[in-house]
């Protein structure tokens, strides 16, 4: 095994992770494929960084969809056991009814 300066290909970096964490198919592209970065033209840059922002609204906005739906499905899961309930206790077990 090498020292620190030495390329160990069991490693990874942080670095690298942190570029697969902003992109993973750049890392791909790069790491895998060894092709290299295009020199982006500042539009191209923009309309790069523009589309990321706009996936990452998405995700968010997906993520926040489906925990609205595990609550929606919780709560109905509790309606429908609050009501099962009612009903077991009302066919089971009447009330009596008193006269005077």
């Given amino acids: 095994m090498g020292g620190r300066g030495s390329r160990d290909t069991n490693w990874v970096s942080a670095s690298e992770i942190g570029s697969y964490e902003y992109?993973?198919?750049?890392?791909?592209?790069?790491?895998?494929?060894?092709?290299?970065?295009?020199?982006?033209?500042?539009?191209?840059?923009?309309?790069g960084t523009g589309h990321h922002r706009a996936h990452g609204?998405?995700?968010a906005w997906q993520r926040r969809l489906v925990r609205a739906a595990v609550v929606l499905v919780c709560a109905a899961i509790l309606v429908l056991v609050v009501h099962a309930t009612r009903h077991w206790r009302r066919t089971t077990h009447p009330i009596p009814e008193f006269s005077l």
Wanted: net charge positive; aromatic share 8%.
């Fill in 57 to 59: 609204r998405r995700v």
């Fill in 23 to 47: 992109c993973a198919r750049a890392y791909w592209l790069e790491q895998v494929q060894h092709t290299e970065r295009p020199a982006a033209t500042g539009s191209r840059l923009a309309d």
